[in-house]
Structures are given as structure tokens and as C-alpha cells.
């Protein structure tokens, strides 16, 4: 009744918006686009366009393919993007509207591509809604070429958070000298998309959401795909990077930043060390988190995970059982037992995103958002940032 979960529409709409140049008309009511609007705006502090054809009472129950329609050619006219992405909210999925018909009518007077995606509420939850739109983006997906050339190439899949963060990464794997060809989606545009298949390696960068699509694109293309643990802190960077590049065959050269950051990092650890931490966020980040907290001598008492993926809990427990600590574990919790959990373990920090500051004032503790798409967290930089961070919020 308190789920943390949102519905199907959420994932695939920022998906979608994951893609340059690709506008979302979502067929519904006023509220979703707003809402999802409002949300994802507040989260990336920029500015997201999201359009709804609005429908009303009337369209509700005598349907508004006609609506639709005219919508389809007022956006391409209007916005003149290259992808138009028509979704269903619960509203048109819910009395079937035809949309594959609207799409095949309207399809030769614009100049925009057109796709749409069945998205209602009501028909999954947000992991579901970013997997059905890379399943369909990969639909789109262009047969590699033969001979591609260019040394070795990444698509990293699951990667919906773009920011400096994304700049760092791909910054360092150009150290490497690893091309990223596609991120599925931030940031990509149609033709990446479309090219996606010529990669060489996929790098699932979500526990929940990437593994089916990275099946997918094995079995159409025959790239195989890994599944490292999310480079936030020093020693998961590590991994993550060494990982990929014995994979590919390429020399890791970041020996000198690693360096740099574990010294720092230790030179840090000292003011930190027994704090008290409640992680509270998806299942790719809260792996890395309480890795990362433990690298830091601070203990995670709780970690909650909107989302379990296939190998989250394999994951966490490798950790706590290598550092010999026990926090509380909670799986898709609901509000009210992460505030019964906070109560009897008394945190002293919460990592977590927008949606947990009540929490932080309710328990009058600091609360570092690390969900923001302007917060820098991957890789060796996002180590030593997050770590300032950390220590600035528990020492003001
Ligand atoms: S649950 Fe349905 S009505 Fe609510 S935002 Fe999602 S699609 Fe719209």
C-alpha cells in the first residue's frame, strides 16, 4: 500500500528521453505528463519536455484516435524532432485504442520517425517500462556491418542517468582508449541507436533492468555483455574498469588515478569510520554504495532496494560477508518499514535521493541525494567527490 515502486510509464519514459532528438506524446490525461514531468525535472535540474494529448472525460470513453492524430502532426510540426514515441498511459490502454492504425495513417505526413509503446500504468512497474523500451529500441537496431573497424567498442546498457557523472566515465574509457558507441539511453542519438549492434562488448549498468536487454541483443547480434558491479567508490572502478578491458583485450592504464584515490580515501576513512549509514536506492547502486561504505570503515546498517535484480542478492552478500557485517536488508520495502528499521538502528547518515528528505527530517539526519543526475558519484573522481561529500555533511 506504501510501495516505493511507480508504474510502467516512469521507466519508459525516461527511456525514451534517454535518445536526443526523441519526443514522447504520451496518449492520457493531463497527470501523467505532468507528474512524470514535474519528477524527472526536479531530479536532473533541467528542464524535461514531455507532451500529452490530454485526453478528457469524453475521450475516455469514446476514444481519441482522431485526437491523436492531430496531435502526431502538430508535434512533428511543431517540434520537429526526429523520433516521435506515442505510449499509452492507463487511459488508452485501457479501452484499446488503435494506435498501430493512427501511426499507419499518419506516418507519410511527417517528417519525424515514428514508434510507440504500450505503457499503462496498470501493465508493469518501472523495471518493466525501461525494458520494453529497449527491447523495442533494439527492434530499430540496424545488422552491424561486417567489417567495423575503429578498435574495440562498448555500448553501455541500463545507463539512464547522464550528467557529469556520464562525462567522467566515458572520459576514462577514452583514457583506455574503449570506445563507447551507445548509451542505452542518455544521451544517444537515433543513428547511435540504430548502430548499437556493431559494438563489441554490452556492459550492463543496471542490476534490474539491462540483463534481459543485453539477452536480446546477444541472441539478435551475438555481442556478449558482462555484468560488473557499478563503479561508485574506488574498489568497485577498479573492477569495473579492469573488468572490461581484460575482457576486450585492452591494457588498463588507470593505475595513477587509482593510486591517487586510494590514498585520499584512506587519509579520509579515518573521520568516517563506524558511522552509522542507511542506503536507500536501486539494486545496481545500493551494491556499490555498501561496497563503498565498507571501503570507507563506515557501516551500512540498512540497505533498502527498490528493485531486486537477478544477481543483487548474490551480490550483497558476498560483500557483508566478506566484511563481516550484517545490516538490515530490505527487498521493494514499503515506507513504513524503512521509518520501523531507521527507528531501531539510528543512522547517522541516509544516502539515498529526493524522495528520501522526509525521512531525513524526520529523523533530523543529513541525507546526500546520490540519485541527482548533477551529482558526481562514478568512477575515481566521483569516489573522491562523494567521499567530501560525506565527510562534509557529517561534519558541517
Ligand atoms: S499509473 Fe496510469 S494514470 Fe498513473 S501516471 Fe502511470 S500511466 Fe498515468
Excluded at 491523436?68 to 484499446?96: H, M, N, Q, R
Excluded at 567495423?148 to 562525462?167: A, T, Y
Excluded at 563481516?324 to 515506507?335: A, Q, R, S
Amino acid at each position: 500500500m506504501e510501495s516505493q515502486k511507480t508504474c510502467k510509464l516512469f521507466g519508459v519514459i525516461r527511456a525514451v528521453l534517454g535518445i536526443k532528438g526523441a519526443l514522447p506524446l504520451i496518449h492520457g490525461p493531463l497527470g501523467c505528463a505532468y507528474h512524470l514531468r514535474y519528477i524527472l525535472s526536479a531530479r536532473s535540474s533541467t528542464p524535461v519536455r514531455i507532451l500529452s494529448t490530454e485526453m478528457d472525460q469524453n475521450d475516455v470513453v469514446f476514444g481519441a484516435e482522431e485526437k491523436l492524430e492531430k496531435k502526431i502532426l502538430e508535434v512533428d510540426e511543431k517540434y520537429s524532432p526526429e523520433l516521435i514515441v506515442v505510449l499509452t498511459s492507463c487511459a488508452s490502454s485501457i479501452i484499446g485504442e488503435d494506435i498501430e492504425s493512427v501511426i499507419k495513417r499518419v506516418k507519410k505526413r511527417i517528417n519525424a520517425d515514428i514508434i510507440w509503446i504500450s505503457s499503462g500504468g496498470f501493465e508493469g512497474n518501472q523495471v518493466d517500462g525501461y525494458e520494453e523500451a529497449l527491447s523495442r529500441f533494439i527492434d530499430l537496431m540496424d545488422e552491424p556491418p561486417h567489417n567495423k573497424g575503429g578498435g574495440p567498442s562498448i555500448n553501455l546498457v541500463g545507463q539512464f542517468r547522464g550528467g557529469q557523472d556520464l562525462k567522467n566515465l566515458k572520459s576514462d574509457f577514452e583514457s583506455l582508449k574503449i570506445r563507447v558507441g551507445c548509451v542505452l539511453t542518455s544521451g544517444a542519438t537515433f543513428q547511435e541507436v540504430k548502430n548499437a549492434g556493431s559494438a563489441d562488448l554490452n556492459v550492463s549498468m543496471c542490476e534490474a533492468s539491462a540483463l534481459i536487454p543485453c539477452e536480446m541483443m546477444q541472441k539478435k547480434f551475438g555481442t556478449p555483455f558482462i555484468s560488473p558491479v557499478f563503479p561508485v567508490g574506488v574498489s568497485t572502478t577498479s573492477s569495473y574498469f579492469r573488468e572490461i578491458c581484460n575482457f576486450l583485450g585492452v591494457e588498463y592504464t588507470l593505475q595513477d588515478e587509482e593510486k591517487h584515490a586510494k590514498t585520499l580515501l584512506k587519509d579520509s576513512s579515518r573521520y568516517l569510520a563506524g558511522k552509522r549509514v542507511v542506503v536507500i536506492s536501486g539494486s545496481t547502486r545500493a551494491i556499490a554504495l555498501t561496497e563503498f561504505l565498507c571501503e570507507l570503515g563506515m557501516e551500512p546498517v540498512l540497505v533498502c532496494v527498490d528493485f531486486e535484480g537477478r544477481e543483487t542478492m548474490k551480490k550483497l552478500m558476498k560483500i557483508t560477508s566478506r566484511e563481516g557485517i550484517n545490516p538490515v536488508i530490505l527487498k521493494e520495502p514499503e515506507y513504513h518499514e524503512i521509518v520501523h528499521h531507521m527507528t531501531k538502528l539510528k543512522p547517522e547518515l541516509i544516502l539515498g535521493g529526493l524522495g528520501e528528505q522526509a525521512l531525513a527530517r524526520t529523523f533530523k539526519i543529513p541525507l546526500i541525494d546520490v540519485m541527482h543526475s548533477q551529482e558526481v558519484t562514478m568512477g575515481f573522481k566521483g569516489a573522491l567527490k562523494l567521499v567530501n561529500v560525506i565527510k562534509e555533511s557529517l561534519n558541517p
